[in-house]
Nanobody, 122 residues
Framework: QVQLVESGGGLVQPGGSLRLSCAAS????????MGWYRQAPGKQRDLVAV???????SYADSVKGRFTISRDAANNTVYLQMNSLTFEDTGVYYC????????????????WGQGTQVTVSS
């Protein structure tokens, strides 16, 4: 099993910044993709940004140029730096990782964090 602990959400004014963190722990051999998803009120959960084990990144069009995803492989942690926040960035942000638990295993499992609330309001 893998546990994800998220932090860094909160209330921020439009134009402000926040940095989210997500630390993974448990039975981990390799973490492949690490990503952040967002669920706005009344909407589905959508991908915001993802970073692969080789550090290639991908972003939703709505956050390109404003958000930056990064990872600390030594500490199994992923970050999301969010700048120039707008009202539309409000939602619950979920961390998700794809993990191979043991050496030689072909199984890759996806895990989710509990979510952290980001509210952009004046």
């Amino acid at each position: 099993q893998v546990q994800l602990v998220e932090s860094g959400g909160g209330l921020v004014q439009p134009g402000g910044s926040l940095r989210l963190s997500c630390a993974a722990s448990g039975t981990i051999f390799i973490i492949y993709d690490m990503g952040w998803y967002r669920q706005a009120p009344g909407k589905q959960r959508d991908l915001v940004a993802v970073i692969a084990s080789g550090s290639s990144t991908s972003y939703a069009d709505s956050v390109k140029g404003r958000f930056t995803i990064s990872r600390d492989a030594a500490n199994n942690t992923v970050y999301l730096q969010m700048n120039s926040l707008t009202f539309e960035d409000t939602g619950v942000y979920y961390c998700s990782v794809v993990v191979q638990a043991r050496y030689g295993s072909s199984v890759r499992d996806r895990y989710w964090g509990q979510g952290t609330q980001v509210t952009v309001s004046s």
